[in-house]
């Protein structure tokens, strides 16, 4: 995921402030994605993350949500509308297939946005953790389709 972010960057970096912000975030989820994975827990008894770097993550997470579905998708979409019916109709195509890797993210959070290591269980985190990484992953190449999508058929 990391590569796919910083091929991302190179190739649309710099082309809109909107479009950097977003994948500066990404690039925090990212970063927080994998600490939080870097102290999942095994089955050899390992310990978990602490609370507040899932707290952390599930907060970025969500502001990442909430700034595609918010502040950047319509955008695009309205764009690629305007520049033509093939661009606009791969664009309502791939709208609804990010919106459908939303639900894992918003599941991850509501378990475990406001997790107690002390009096919850927290047996599935690692393979939720797993799911949501791969949702992710998918959610990113979607995303990149939709900024390329915008870029190659309407920057001049």
């Excluded at 950047?72 to 033509?84: L, M, P, T």
């Excluded at 918003?106 to 002390?118: M, R």
């Excluded at 939720?128 to 190449?141: A, K, M």
Aim: charged share 25%; aromatic share 8%.
């Amino acid at each position: 995921m990391l590569s796919q972010l910083e091929q991302a960057q190179q190739k649309w970096g710099g082309s809109h402030s909107v479009i950097d912000a977003w994948l500066a975030e990404r690039q925090e989820l990212l970063v927080l994605y994998y600490k939080v994975a870097g102290c999942s827990p095994t089955r050899n008894g390992k310990a978990l993350p602490e609370q507040v770097d899932i707290q952390s993550f599930c907060q970025i997470l969500m502001d990442y949500l909430s700034a595609g579905h918010f502040e950047i998708y319509d955008n695009i979409v309205d764009v690629c509308q305007e520049k033509g019916p093939e661009s606009a109709k791969l664009a309502q195509s791939l709208y609804p297939r990010i919106t459908d890797t939303t639900d894992t993210a918003l599941d991850f959070n509501d378990k475990y946005a406001e997790v107690n290591q002390e009096t919850q269980e927290l047996a599935d985190f690692d393979n939720d953790l797993s799911v949501l990484g791969e949702t992710l992953e998918l959610r990113f190449q979607l995303e990149d389709e939709l900024i390329d999508n915008l870029y190659s058929n309407h920057t001049e």
